[in-house]
């Protein structure tokens, strides 16, 4: 009995890792599509301001 409880919390352990590397892999990609997005953005901004120079002169 004691080693089904053993086995019980090692395979608890097991999935809890798996969990814990899955929740990383999730906010590490998130974190590269809210760069990408900043980026963007940046360069949308980037651009309109160079293109009201062009149409002001």
Known sequence: MIGGLI?????????A???AASL???S???G???AKA???VIVGVLY???????HSQ
Do not use: E, M
């Open 7 to 15: 086995g019980l919390l090692d395979d608890i352990a097991a999935l």
């Open 17 to 19: 890792k798996l969990f």
């Open 24 to 26: 990383d892999n999730v």
């Open 28 to 30: 590490a990609a998130a």
């Open 32 to 34: 590269r599509t809210t």
């Open 38 to 40: 900043a980026g963007v």
């Open 48 to 54: 309109l301001i160079s293109s009201r120079k062009v």
